[in-house]
């Protein structure tokens, strides 16, 4: 007879490493969720799913998924857009998508898409979620727009000086902040218990004991705030902006998915993450969680990692984190409503930070200045104009200079002051190098034959060939005898 231990070698490893994973997605989902603008429960519902659905399927066994900072504001800016009901459709279909992505082996093809524009994305995404959690941290309202966000800070601060109700949730949110940037220098022992819940912990605490006059999170109950989509709300795929935020939607996670997988895999010497199966879970996560007008998931490099180091072995450890979830969602959903809005605005703060790659910057600048102008343009202009066309701002940029570097062109001009005068072009010649090539050419003199050869050449696309063109024709009319052109 098969004992428990020989068909589950690895059950007190994964249990453990289980446990730790929950404490640290408890307070994550629901800060997500807050911040998102939706019911704290559709953040847990999506931790759930993302435990036991994504879970159980194969593609990176010890990655966690659940609700992510990285789509916060995207998915806060959606629902103040289309409305609460639309976002289950948003997300059901983006679930489609990556299933449909994955079937077709498209995962693996993620990892092309240029680090520069995927870490430049989530720091413009953590500078907007910074801004924005700054207002819930002073107990006030943000604005809609995220340069607004930012412009508006300053007098944010000195209206929340000026009024000692503000001060209260100010400094739960500062505290919660400084617990999470000391938690890891304390004793081992104080850390065994994961620093986002001693934070929160700590802060509702503080908040009950002082009567302190913060905000806390509002309980529906679970059954409550679970809302399939409607039949109806399936007619905004119709609109363009509906679409277009689908696709945002697509990109963001699929991508923070499989790059955490990435890192994930360099945290662990077991079975490697196969991308397109990984690809398919997260969309299956996606669509159940469409399915519950819950928040999109991503897989979430802060519970990965902790899953990894708390010792974890297979996917038993993410399945059973989903399953605390659920019975705390199902057994304890009170619990939630003593939790202060201003602590879980400090986590949220301190993610934000961790997104934004100060470090990695400075040194990119110095090693490659176009990849670190990627990065700031692509964080930049999701900040002052949208999330979808901030990434495309920064996938066009990233285009624009690989091209550039791929068009080596060389033009060689052998001139012995007697004779033809020779020109040899080699390299890749495409329509970024055009001025380069033209100057070079105009320059040649009028009064002696010339020899263009182009057998060194590469690649010569549409718009450089119909330039030599020319050229050759324009110094044939003016020249002593017409341009000698040896063809590619």
């Known amino acids: 007879m098969t004992t428990a231990s020989a068909r589950f070698p690895h059950l007190r490893q994964d249990f453990a490493a289980s446990l730790v994973v929950f404490l640290v997605a408890l307070p994550l989902c629901v800060g997500v969720a807050v911040a998102s603008g939706v019911p704290a429960e559709l953040g847990l519902v999506t931790g759930i799913v993302g435990g036991i659905v994504t879970g159980l399927m194969r593609g990176s066994s010890l990655q966690v998924s659940g609700p992510a900072a990285g789509l916060t504001v995207l ?18 279909t983006t679930g ?3 299933i449909l992505m994955g079937a077709l082996r498209l995962g693996r093809y993620f990892r092309a898409i240029s680090v520069s524009v995927v870490e430049g994305m989530l720091a413009g995404i953590g500078l907007v979620l910074i801004a924005g959690q700054l207002y819930a941290a002073l107990g006030a ?23 000692t109700r503000a001060l209260a949730p100010l400094a739960l949110g500062a505290g919660t902040v400084a617990v999470l940037v000391l938690w890891k220098h304390l004793p081992r022992a104080v850390r065994s218990v994961p620093g986002p819940l001693a934070a929160v912990g700590l802060a509702t605490a503080a908040a009950l ?18 809302q399939p989509p409607s039949l109806s709300a399936f007619g905004e795929l119709t609109s363009v902006a509906v679409l277009g935020t689908v696709v945002a939607f697509t990109l963001i996670a699929s991508a ?13 010497d077991g079975p490697r993450t196969q991308y397109d199966r990984e690809l398919l879970a997260q969309g299956a996560g996606n669509a159940v969680c469409g399915l519950l007008g819950a928040l999109p998931m991503t897989a979430v490099i802060v519970r990965s990692a902790a899953n990894v180091q708390a010792g974890a ?30 602590a879980l605005a400090g986590i949220l703060v301190y993610s934000g930070a961790k997104l934004v790659p100060v470090r990695a910057i400075v040194s ?14 692509t964080a930049v202009s999701i900040v002052a104009v949208s999330m979808f066309e901030g990434v495309l701002i920064g996938l066009a940029l990233a285009v624009v200079k690989t091209a550039w570097e791929a068009s080596h062109i060389r033009l ?12 040899y072009l080699s390299g890749n010649a495409t329509f970024l190098r055009l001025p380069k090539i033209l100057d070079s050419l105009e320059a040649l003199p009028q009064d002696r034959p010339v020899w263009l050869d182009l057998s060194g050449l590469h690649h010569l696309d549409h718009a450089c060939r119909t330039a030599l063109e020319n050229w050759a024709a324009r110094h044939s009319a003016v020249g002593t005898e017409p341009v000698r052109v040896t063809a590619v």
């Open 412 to 423: 060689e001009v052998i001139d012995k002051g007697a004779g033809p005068v020779e020109a």
């Open 96 to 98: 489609v998508l990556q």
């Open 256 to 268: 923070e998915s499989l790059f955490s997988a990435a890192a994930v895999d360099r945290l662990h």
């Open 75 to 92: 998915v806060f800016e959606a629902v103040q857009k289309f409305g609460l009901p639309v976002l289950g459709v948003l997300v059901l």
């Open 141 to 163: 309202k943000a604005p809609a727009a995220g340069p607004d966000k930012i412009i508006g800070l300053p007098e944010a601060f000195a209206d929340a000086f000026g009024s």
């Open 209 to 226: 004991v002082l009567d302190l006059p913060v905000a806390t999170v509002e309980v529906k109950g679970l059954v409550d705030s679970v």
């Open 364 to 377: 990119l600048w110095r090693e490659h200045r176009g990849e670190a102008l990627i990065l700031v343009v």
């Open 313 to 342: 072995r297979t996917k038993a450890s993410r399945v059973l984190h989903g399953v605390w979830l659920l019975l705390f969602a199902a057994l304890l959903p009170g619990v939630l409503g003593y939790i202060p809005i201003p």
